[in-house]
């Protein structure tokens, strides 16, 4: 199966979109990458989804991506005696270690971390906005606050710290439960929620130890403030905007997305813009005209992949949501304004070999006017490479790896096939333009170029480029 577009689409799965038949469904619609939330799914369920999208795949023989996100740590308030108490602007109340329920003077903050990292000045966010204090005072034990602005606190509403760096781990116990839990089922991506400092990184890595990507996302504005060193770290970067609008200015949230998705770009790790994109289709069968521009944004800044929440995982319309961020992608892909501002936004490549292999392949493959360029990538590198230059030609990306196939499919305009590694240099380049054929990239008589690494099964060697032209039996001619 062979998309029209370039930029791919993640879909989480939930109670809308559970079984095989709806899962079948959404990768028919147009859905590259399924997401597993693991803030509400149990080991079971991650891996039966994990089992049947599996099934999926060897249906439609095409590699699938899985991600499973990490719930991360969630701070939350404790209870009130009546459940609730009213505030305005200007009402002071502590926070305090003390179990009991709260009232108008106090409420329990059931954890001590926050307490002791607090100073004042901090601001304090509750209810993802609703409720915005300020710290006046804090010895370490109790924080007394000051009401800024909002109306009503309630029990175990989530709190969000945008001034402070809490000393703690991006994983709470859950999570690493979770996450030895995903790389048993084989997810291909990890998502980490809540970084704030690249040590996060470090922490994660030891435990996955190269068996799935692991995606930052970026809705801290510790995050932020560590962009660049967060990317280095990260296999992929995800812009996470509902607690990034929550605990930053939301009218800066647009800017931060630019300068994240350029970053990533101009380093070649994959960015997927997240939340919100199409949220009115929980509910209703079309999307808002500002929802529609929203995704076209992203697919004009060149993202690997938009993604939808809670659209396709308790929506209504989870298919029709699909098809839709699909049609979005195509028209704007289409357009005649696309591919000048795809090329404005491109980067110079990177002083490597692997980075000037690409880029000449993406200029030869326009300047000529080839069918394709055909990639060979054990690692996955020759890959992303090739993709970070984004070029007006499709991308065909072989592997003899099912894990980095499957990883690939988040990564922009990669049509991902798994092939047995080339015996030598010649079946080389007949593997890759008898695949070409038969996936529909190219006709008898057009040509194609091929990157690869050699010696073959050498990985992050890219260095090799060869043009070939497709015989009349579909294999390559001289």
């Known amino acids: 199966m062979q998309r029209t577009r370039r930029v791919k689409i993640l879909a989480t799965l939930g109670p809308s979109s559970s079984t095989k038949e709806q899962i079948r469904n959404l990768f028919d619609a147009g859905a590259d990458i399924f997401r597993i939330n693991m803030s509400h799914s149990s080991h079971e369920t991650l891996a039966q989804l994990v089992s049947t999208i599996r099934e999926i795949e060897g249906d439609v023989e095409r590699p699938i991506g899985i991600l499973a996100d990490l719930q991360g740590p969630k701070h939350r308030l404790g209870k009130f005696k009546n459940d609730k108490i009213s505030v305005i602007s200007g009402d002071r109340i502590t926070f305090d270690s003390n179990p009991a329920p709260g009232d108008k003077s106090r409420v329990h903050l059931p954890h001590p971390e926050i307490l002791e990292a607090l100073s004042t000045g901090h601001r304090v966010i509750v209810d993802d906005g609703k409720v915005l204090l300020n710290t006046l005072e804090c010895d370490g034990k109790s924080a007394l606050l000051e009401v800024?602005?909002?109306k009503k606190l309630s029990n175990r509403k989530g709190v969000s710290l945008p001034d402070t760096d809490l000393p703690l781990s991006a994983m709470t116990d859950k999570d690493i439960a979770d996450l030895h839990a995903a790389l048993e089922v084989k997810a291909d991506w990890i998502a980490l929620s809540f970084v704030q400092r690249p040590a996060d990184l470090v922490a994660i890595r030891k435990i996955v130890r190269g068996r799935a990507g692991i995606m930052s996302k970026i809705e801290k504005p510790q995050a932020v403030a560590r962009l660049d060193e967060i990317i280095e770290l990260s296999d992929s970067v995800m812009v996470a905007r509902g607690d990034l609008g929550v605990e930053l200015p939301i009218e800066?949230?647009?800017g931060l997305q630019k300068r994240?998705?350029?970053?990533?770009?101009?380093?070649?790790?994959?960015?997927?813009?997240a939340t919100q994109m199409l949220e009115s289709m929980i509910n209703a069968a079309v999307p808002t005209r500002a929802e529609v521009?929203?995704?076209?944004t992203a697919v004009f800044e060149g993202v690997d992949a938009v993604m939808l929440?809670?659209?396709?995982?308790?929506?209504?319309?989870?298919?029709?949501?699909?098809?839709m961020m699909n049609s979005i992608a195509e028209q704007v892909e289409q357009d005649q304004t696309y591919s000048g501002i795809i090329t404005t936004q491109r980067s110079p490549p990177e002083p490597t070999g692997a980075d000037a292999?690409?880029?000449a392949?993406?200029?030869i493959v326009e300047t000529l006017d080839l069918s394709a360029i055909v990639c060979y990538t054990a690692s996955g590198t020759t890959g992303l490479r090739a993709a970070r230059e984004r070029p007006s030609k499709p991308i065909i990306a072989l592997s003899p790896v099912t894990a980095t196939a499957r990883r690939l499919a988040l990564v922009w305009g990669l049509h991902c096939v798994i092939t047995e590694d080339a015996r030598d240099l010649d079946d080389m380049v007949d593997r890759a333009c008898r695949i070409a054929h038969r996936e529909q990239f190219a006709n008898p008589g057009d040509r194609v170029i091929i990157i690869a690494g050699v010696p073959l099964r050498t990985p992050g060697s890219t260095n090799s480029l060869r043009i070939a032209y497709i015989s009349s039996d579909g294999q390559s001619g001289i």
């Open 148 to 150: 800024v602005s909002g």
């Open 252 to 254: 800066t949230v647009p």
């Open 260 to 273: 994240i998705v350029r970053a990533c770009r101009q380093t070649g790790k994959p960015v997927i813009v």
């Open 293 to 296: 521009s929203d995704v076209a």
């Open 309 to 323: 929440s809670a659209e396709s995982a308790v929506g209504d319309y989870p298919v029709e949501a699909v098809s």
């Open 357 to 359: 292999i690409s880029a």
């Open 361 to 363: 392949s993406r200029q």
